[in-house]
């Protein structure tokens, strides 16, 4: 079974609202030897907020160096995003094995005995995080509390955020009723955290004791206080004998609530500490939760999908200055849409749409709940079309609200940050290879190749769009092709190959299509174009060389070397005098088992050299996974932060930007690297160049631009070695980021594999140079610099 016919399987399940009950539930883990026995699982269930604060949570207990799975609902674009391990969505091979293992079972079962999607994803995800070991598993509950698939565990630990009326064919007509429900997740020994309050409060109490969280006169209390930025808060809890005080990322009075359960449940599950929990919250990133996609116009995406949660967003959109406010809004056929528009903010234009699943209102239906609620009421039937129109309309001082539900803001953020993937297809196996991954058949992928041995990107698309896209390239003399397998996850892929020119005629012919490709066609001119801010950066003309400075006693392979300044400066002399373009200063060293610094010792090692060459004609990095360092740093002269943890530390980004400086962003599960902890993926670059995206948007969201921010995919950190090859090798597919493109190769254990010594291993340090120079790298960091330095100069020569 290959994985496109196992996700297949998964998405033909029922998914009419769950039978009542766990039995069968139960019964699918025990054919699987009960998985979930042993693992200690954390229950949230509630109205509205249960997702935020399960990936707080998880976030929280990350941060407190536990390994966490997290299994949340619904997904924004793959069902894969729901089952995560320490962030990492469920490997392919894993869905692939368990449906091998899962179906027999199922197809023996008939009726009421058959088990829904949410059901059977509640397998896999219990499966999954049991192999892999996780120390503590957060549920999400679906619906309810009684009878949901979840509660086949005994939770150590569970919440309900709050209880409004809802569902109320399964869970009752009154909210005492719906309350009594969700309280049945309380766990033994532990008391129920929940925000619930009035009635709902009192029927919980009947039902067990509780650890209230609100804003006033409660066990915990949960403040939002001010805001930091514009895509973040000050929070304040205060729990009976500790206290937090952070910034969070997800905004408003409702999420500080949520913030005050998830740190109540951190404490409960690991008494995690007040630090910790602060550096956690800070580290929330959840999409499509008003999610600030950019602010020229102010566009702003939110899953609200009922009446409470549609007057929140009216609160918070009423924190920011603009003229015109334009909504875009569609929602599922069974949510009360009247009440929904009555809280939303009145609009000067809505434009109502329909998500592409069968659950999606009519737009005569919305039309009927708006119309008194907007001067002009436009009905674009596709979301793209009303985006594209809602955008096209607005004025960057406007607003666009896009909202309703989470399969609106799935198709907004499809079409905002779907990457268009260069793929390497310079010979017929190359291309061959390609087309086999989207599972075209081997006949079709022979005759095809030969065809696609140019200038090919990936991308993936909604069913119409990519159906347009196919005609058109192969319209104008292109080659297309489509994924032969049935879209599982709702995009379908599909391959273009073509030369430039056809390429710019691809971009002119969807730049007004009314299936919302205009977002193609500018990324696709964005990828074939050779323009840029020329020499802006030392990187912007041809691969820079970043030569590295370790003032470190126990860096793995110049620790102790430049602890001295005279050495340090004379050593600086050298690599400028060698052709270095960046010179890269590290305080604290990330190989394996190395022992982490305070921030002063870093800031007291880096500072005084930096000061000292400032005046240098190069630019300066500062290698440090600290703001505070990267701050005192900047102000001392650095030109450019270097940050191999990837922005784990929130405030990075808001440095980079203050001093409006460039930012390494690079892939890394653990820094210091953990050798033991080591992920599986699906197919590595492809894997990394989405991750990293995640990461860029971010810096973006913090008024970063993307040439600004510096790609790595983080060589050695968290890759097997053939992995780490297998990168360099395809370095241009991270072109699709728009970003500039940094390896850091140096030395790296990776060529223990070669059998070379760490002294033996300046040659395929070289090799490797040459071979991301060849690819495109924008940046090259190496200890040896005039060795690199003319390697880096032979593929410029060559290339002439």
């Not at 397998?123 to 598993?137: P, R, T």
């Not at 702003?300 to 549609?310: M, Q, R, S, T, V």
């Not at 140019?454 to 119409?464: G, I, P, V």
Request: charged share 25%; net charge negative.
């Amino acid at each position: 079974m290959e994985y496109h016919e196992a996700a297949d399987y998964l998405e033909s399940l029922d998914r009419s609202r769950p039978k009542l009950g766990t039995e069968t539930t139960a019964r699918m883990l025990s054919v699987l030897g009960n998985p979930h026995e042993g693992v200690d699982c954390v229950q949230i269930a509630g109205s509205n907020g249960k997702g935020s604060t399960a990936v707080m949570l998880e976030r929280v207990l990350r941060e407190a160096g536990l390994d966490v799975g997290l299994y949340t609902s619904p997904e924004l674009n793959s069902f894969r995003e729901r089952i995560r391990v320490n962030g990492r969505k469920v490997p392919k091979e894993r869905i692939r094995s368990f449906v091998e293992e899962i179906e027999p079972h199922i197809s023996r079962l008939r009726g009421d005995d058959r088990p829904t999607y949410f059901e059977v994803l509640t397998v896999l995800a219990l499966q999954h995080f049991a192999s892999e070991n996780v120390d503590v598993v957060v549920l999400e509950v679906g619906i309810g509390g009684r009878h949901d698939a979840t509660s086949v565990v005994d939770p150590v630990a569970s919440a309900v955020t709050n209880v409004s009326l809802e569902h109320t064919d399964v869970l009752g007509e009154t909210v005492e009723e719906i309350a009594h429900d969700k309280a049945q997740v309380a766990p033994d020994g532990e008391r129920l955290v929940t925000s619930a309050n009035g009635e709902a409060l009192d029927a919980i109490r009947d039902e067990t004791e509780v650890v209230t969280v609100g804003k006033t006169e409660a066990n915990v209390i949960a403040r939002e206080e001010e805001m930091a930025s514009q895509v973040e808060t000050t929070v304040s809890i205060i729990g009976p004998d500790w206290d937090v005080a952070t910034t969070l990322p997800l905004l408003g009075q409702h999420q500080a609530t949520n913030a005050g359960i998830a740190a109540t449940l951190a404490r409960q599950v690991a008494n995690v500490d007040p630090a910790t929990i602060e550096r956690g919250l800070r580290n929330v990133h959840w999409p499509g939760r008003f999610e600030v996609m950019s602010t020229e116009p102010l566009v702003i995406l939110d899953g609200a999908h009922n009446p409470a949660a549609c007057a929140t967003i009216a609160d918070l959109v009423d924190r920011y200055e603009f003229d015109g406010l334009q909504l875009v809004f569609g929602a599922m056929k069974e949510k009360d849409h009247a009440r929904m528009a009555a809280q939303l903010p009145e609009s000067d234009v809505v434009r109502l749409c329909q998500p592409d699943v069968n659950r999606a209102a009519s737009l005569e239906t919305l039309a009927g709940a708006f119309e008194t609620r907007a001067a002009q009421v436009e009905q674009d039937e596709t979301v793209q079309t009303a985006v594209e129109r809602a955008l096209d309309s607005a004025d960057d001082t406007d607003c666009v609200l896009i909202t309703g539900s989470l399969y609106v803001v799935a198709e907004v953020r499809d079409r905002r940050m779907r990457l268009q993937i260069p793929k390497q297809t310079d010979t017929l196996d190359a291309a061959r290879s390609v087309l086999s991954e989207m599972h075209v058949q081997e006949g079709v992928a022979d005759h095809v190749a030969k065809d696609t041995v140019t200038y090919t990107f990936k991308t993936q698309l909604h069913e119409a769009q990519a159906e347009s896209l196919h005609q058109t390239m192969q319209s104008i003399g292109g080659t297309s092709v489509i994924s032969e397998d049935d879209s599982p996850e709702r995009l379908v892929s599909v391959i273009l190959s073509g030369t430039v020119a056809q390429y710019e005629q691809l971009a002119d012919t969807i730049q007004n299509s009314d299936l919302g490709l205009s977002y193609v066609s500018e990324r696709v001119r964005k990828v074939i174009s050779e323009g840029g801010a020329a020499d802006r950066y030392p990187w912007d003309a041809d691969t820079a060389i970043m030569g590295i400075l370790n003032v470190t006693p126990d860096s793995f392979y110049d620790g102790g070397q430049y602890e001295k300044m005279e050495d340090t400066v004379r050593r600086v002399d050298e690599m400028i005098t060698s052709g270095a373009d960046i010179i890269d200063i590290g305080g604290e060293s990330t190989r394996p088992g190395a022992d982490p610094v305070s921030v002063d010792e870093e800031i007291d090692r880096v500072v005084p050299i930096i000061e000292r060459i400032a005046d240098t004609d190069v630019s300066i990095s500062v290698d440090t996974r600290r703001a505070a360092v990267a701050d005192a740093a900047l102000e001392a002269g650095a030109d450019i932060i270097n940050d191999v943890s990837g922005l784990a530390d929130p405030d990075m980004r808001f440095v980079a930007a203050d001093h409006d400086a460039p930012v390494v962003v690079m892939h890394s599960v653990d820094v210091p690297v953990n050798p033991d902890r080591t992920p599986t993926y699906d197919d590595v670059v492809e894997d990394i160049t989405h991750e990293l995206d995640d990461r860029v948007r971010l810096a973006e969201q913090a008024g970063l631009d993307r040439e600004q921010i510096i790609v790595d995919p983080g060589l050695g950190f968290g890759k097997s070695t053939a992995e780490c090859f297998e990168l360099v090798d395809r370095l241009g597919e991270l072109r699709a980021l728009g970003c500039p493109i940094m390896v850091g190769h140096s030395r790296k254990s990776l060529f223990e594999r070669i059998d070379c010594s760490i002294d033996e291993r300046l040659p395929p340090t070289i090799a490797t140079t040459t071979m991301a120079a060849e690819r495109g790298a924008d940046i090259v960091r190496v200890h040896d610099v005039a060795e690199n330095a003319a390697a880096v100069r032979t593929v410029q020569e060559t290339n002439k």
